[in-house]
């Protein structure tokens, strides 16, 4: 039997929901995916794995479990059981494939199927990861803006207030916790073909030597965006799992957005501080970026 992909709710922000249990497999380990119809949970995408799973409670009659990982699972066209992770074969979104959120619990949960689950979220840890989400985002906007000036040419690529797109185009690496965002960009042959440079020109210190000034370019950026209260939304274009998400940030300087398939903020007076770092890797080929929230 080939089970439906899985409605999700947490891109409205939701924590909490009832759905019935469609389907249970063993992982090995004493562990168990619980596969429910519907979900508030967010799971780790296995593509872009930049925001952690939700954890929480999943209840059935009665019975709370644990769950203590939320993956995103798929099973192909013939049924089966779900691949995870680096076992998937095909691309996400796949319209052959069903794309499944995989509570794991660790422990056998029963014959459950066809019962009603109670699906709660851990709020306290979703709004923390969601304040990195955010602000990683604002990040990309703001150092954008700051590092406009080292373009030496059009790289063919904006971001939505106009500026070149030096996240999009450098980014490496980007993971948040509850604590921070922390974003890599590497700043080597290919970003320079495109136009960007780190070295000194007759305008510009080299990109080490600027790391202050934009570091506090980029934090009075933030903190103005902050204090403007903006409003965050997330469009959905589907209910599914899969849906193709978009973040939205009305900023003072016009509406932002970028795709986005994590969970946010509903708007950025939720925050009371929103800094980040800048520095560079020991041999200087790498930029990061390590953004910190202070919720309200």
Same mark, same amino acid.
């Given at each position: 039997?080939?089970?439906?992909?899985?409605?999700v !709710?947490?891109?409205? $922000?939701?924590?909490?929901?009832? !759905?019935?249990?469609?389907?249970?497999?063993?992982?090995? /380990?004493? @562990?168990?995916?619980?596969?429910?119809g519907?979900?508030?949970?967010?799971?780790?995408?296995?593509?872009?794995?930049?925001?952690?799973?939700?954890?929480?409670?999943?209840?059935?009659?009665?019975?709370?479990?644990?769950?203590?990982?939320c #993956?995103?699972?798929?099973?192909?066209?013939d049924?089966?059981?779900?691949?995870?992770?680096?076992?998937?074969? &095909?691309?996400?979104? /796949?319209?052959?494939?069903?794309?499944? &959120?995989? *509570?794991?619990?660790?422990?056998?949960? $029963? /014959? %459950? %199927?066809?019962r009603?689950?109670?699906?709660a979220?851990?709020?306290? @840890?979703?709004?923390?990861?969601?304040?990195?989400h955010?602000?990683?985002?604002?990040?990309?906007?703001?150092?954008n803006?700051?590092?406009?000036?080292?373009?030496?040419?059009?790289p063919?690529? +904006?971001?939505?207030?106009? *500026?070149?797109?030096?996240?999009?185009?450098?980014?490496a690496? +980007?993971?948040?916790?509850?604590?921070?965002?922390?974003?890599?960009?590497?700043?080597?042959? !290919?970003l320079?073909?495109?136009?960007?440079?780190?070295?000194?020109?007759?305008?510009?210190?080299?990109?080490? /030597?600027?790391?202050?000034?934009?570091?506090?370019?980029?934090?009075?950026?933030?903190?103005?965006?902050?204090?403007?209260?903006?409003?965050?939304?997330?469009?959905?274009?589907g209910?599914?799992?899969?849906?193709? @998400?978009?973040?939205?940030?009305?900023?003072?300087?016009?509406?932002?957005?970028?795709?986005?398939?994590?969970t *946010?903020? *509903?708007? #950025? $007076?939720?925050?009371?501080?929103? @800094?980040?770092? #800048?520095?560079?890797?020991?041999?200087?080929?790498?930029? %990061?970026?390590?953004?910190?929230?202070?919720?309200?």
């Open positions: 039997m080939t089970l439906p992909t899985t409605h !709710s947490f891109p409205a $922000g939701a924590v909490t929901g009832e !759905s019935t249990v469609i389907a249970v497999h063993p992982l090995g /380990d004493g @562990r168990h995916a619980v596969v429910t519907a979900t508030p949970f967010h799971p780790l995408d296995h593509t872009w794995p930049d925001q952690p799973a939700d954890l929480g409670t999943l209840t059935v009659d009665g019975t709370e479990l644990a769950v203590v990982d #993956l995103t699972g798929a099973v192909g066209p049924g089966g059981t779900p691949l995870a992770g680096a076992d998937i074969p &095909v691309r996400r979104g /796949d319209e052959e494939w069903s794309w499944l &959120v995989l *509570h794991v619990v660790d422990t056998d949960p $029963g /014959d %459950v %199927v066809g009603t689950a109670v699906l979220v851990d709020a306290d @840890r979703r709004a923390a990861l969601s304040a990195s955010s602000g990683c985002h604002l990040l990309a906007l703001a150092l803006e700051a590092l406009a000036p080292r373009w030496r040419k059009d063919g690529r +904006s971001d939505a207030l106009g *500026h070149p797109d030096f996240d999009s185009l450098a980014m690496t +980007s993971v948040m916790d509850t604590e921070a965002s922390t974003d890599t960009y590497r700043l080597g042959k !290919s320079k073909k495109k136009g960007f440079t780190a070295d000194a020109t007759d305008e510009l210190p080299a990109l080490a /030597d600027a790391l202050p000034a934009l570091t506090e370019a980029v934090n009075t950026r933030l903190a103005a965006w902050v204090a403007a209260d903006a409003p965050v939304r997330i469009e959905v274009p209910p599914e799992l899969t849906a193709r @998400r978009q973040w939205h940030c009305e900023l003072p300087e016009g509406g932002a957005q970028i795709f986005c398939g994590g *946010h903020l *509903h708007h #950025l $007076g939720e925050l009371a501080e929103l @800094r980040t770092e #800048l520095r560079l890797s020991e041999d200087g080929t790498e930029l %990061v970026a390590v953004t910190r929230p202070k919720r309200a």
